[in-house]
């Protein structure tokens, strides 16, 4: 089989794929994540190199990968500055286990100086993976509320990792099915996905009524989270994301982020804005919360916070929570936290994004994306609803536009046809029926038109056969 470059019709797992495929079915747990990708076992081809947006497996197609990595790779793929900067950085110093360093302490200081409002005055800890730091930001907010405060919400379709914690926190049965319980009691509320509102509203008329619906908890101790007479509040955390990728790439209503910290601050609880997927620029701001007018009390941030070198995360608070552990050195450690190398790549990562103005590039590029999402939208019956923020965007497929029939089967088949012609598509959703697109900050107009092409002849070709 000849090599394909993006656009051109391939074999997808071609033979090198299949024999490492085999490989690792054989000796690798079924549990991982990428068997479920594309059209399910078998599908996903295995990667050799990469470069810019691109990816070659190994048996030398080339392709378009449209989801930076699960958003991690913003500066692209093997980025000349980041390998630069983290070499020299391993040439001096590498592992040193979450002991002091100068790049941890320059990217404490570079994280609160880019955060939203109060948190400009806040602190840092460093954390590995996102749902570490999810963890992280759970204990700390325990710490800070006063007792009985424990209790947490969270949204239906949210996801905050698969940690004990960060898992326990989301919605999704699948991925909560056996997870041995954490002892906070998790109220999960809906999110606002307008396309599919569960409380058959429609916006802006319905002056969102989840958040309404919400406050209403806080009214009579009946709800169970706040009783008025005496002031007992049983909740110390909400935990939120300002778009919610795995769930399809779903972009709340304007007023979603100010109504929530309006009932934080009513009743003291702590505002975690979950920033893993979409932070450090992808929305256009350095923090989404900045597109929504709103600062949350923790922010937690990770992938492109490192651009795809080294694990990496974070998250940033008010000085005043980061003060409960004043007095208490090593309430939370790690042997790999604020490593030197993370750290550096993260300083190279936020000076690119300075340098080389990518925040107004993913505002730019993003806009430019979601209208050509917008044109497919009006000549494909499959396409129900588009959005997006930044270099965050989604579209999500019907059987009908008028009952929004979620058109999962059609979905998984777009999918295919567009890995068949070298661009590779993430999809989610509740329904399984959305694909997100979060491609690296310095994806071109013409990567995004190459896009937009396989879609649109992957849509077509799946509409013929229905
Ligand atoms: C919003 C959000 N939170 C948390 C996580 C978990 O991060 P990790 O996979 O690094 O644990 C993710 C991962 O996709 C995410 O998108």
């Not at 969270?154 to 002892?183: C, D, K, L, M, Q």
């Not at 935990?239 to 910290?261: C, D, W």
Request: charged share 25%; net charge negative.
């Amino acid at each position: 089989m000849a090599n394909k470059l993006p656009g051109e019709v391939r074999e997808v797992p071609g033979d090198r794929s299949q024999y490492f495929r085999d490989l690792l079915n054989r000796f690798e747990s079924g549990g991982t994540s990428y068997r479920a990708h594309f059209d399910g076992p078998g599908r996903c081809p295995v990667f050799q190199s990469m470069d810019g947006v691109y990816v070659t497996d190994v048996d030398g197609n080339v392709y378009l990968e449209t989801f930076g990595a699960y958003a991690a790779s913003c500066l692209g793929y093997r980025p000349k500055e980041l390998i630069a900067e983290v070499e020299d950085q391993i040439n001096s110093l590498m592992h040193v286990a979450d002991m002091p360093n100068p790049p941890r302490a320059l990217l404490a200081q570079e994280l609160v100086s880019i955060a939203p409002g109060e948190l400009g005055q806040g602190k840092v800890q460093f954390e590995i993976g996102g749902g570490g730091a999810v963890d992280l930001a759970l204990k700390l907010a325990e710490y800070y509320t006063p007792h009985p405060q424990h209790d947490i919400i969270s949204f239906f379709g949210g996801y905050h990792g698969r940690t004990i914690g960060s898992v326990s926190v989301a919605a999704n049965v699948y991925n909560r099915e056996r997870v041995p319980s954490i002892s906070a009691q998790v109220v999960r509320v809906p999110y606002p996905y307008c396309y599919r509102c569960l409380f058959e509203k429609e916006y802006p008329a319905c002056d969102m009524f989840c958040t309404r619906y919400l406050a209403k908890l806080f009214e009579s101790p009946e709800f169970g989270l706040y009783d008025p007479k005496t002031g007992t509040n049983l909740v110390s955390t909400l935990i939120v994301e300002p778009t919610q990728f795995h769930s399809g790439g779903i972009v709340p209503p304007k007023e979603f982020y100010p109504r929530l910290r309006e009932l934080c601050d009513k009743y003291g609880i702590v505002f975690v804005d979950d920033e893993i997927a979409i932070g450090i620029g992808r929305s256009g701001y350095w923090f989404a919360c900045e597109a929504f007018d709103t600062v949350p009390d923790v922010i937690v941030t990770s992938k492109a916070l490192s651009g795809g070198i080294w694990p990496l995360s974070a998250v940033i608070a008010r000085r005043e929570i980061f003060a409960v552990w004043d007095e208490r050195p090593d309430k939370h450690m790690g042997t790999w936290h604020g490593d030197p190398v993370g750290c550096r790549a993260a300083l190279t990562v936020i000076r690119e994004i300075k340098e080389r103005n990518l925040l107004e590039r993913c505002r730019m590029l993003g806009g430019y994306f979601l209208e050509g999402l917008k044109e497919l939208q009006t000549r494909h019956r499959l396409v129900g609803e588009v959005s997006g923020i930044g270099l965050g965007l989604s579209m999500e497929l019907v059987k009908d536009r008028r009952t929004k029939e979620p058109a999962a089967d059609a979905t998984v088949a777009v999918i295919t046809e567009a890995l068949r012609r070298g661009v590779l598509i993430c999809r989610a959703a509740y329904y399984g029926n959305r694909m997100t697109f979060m491609p690296p900050y310095v994806i071109t107009r013409e990567e995004i038109d190459t896009i937009l092409r396989v879609l649109d002849e992957s849509l077509s070709i799946v509409e013929r056969g229905l």
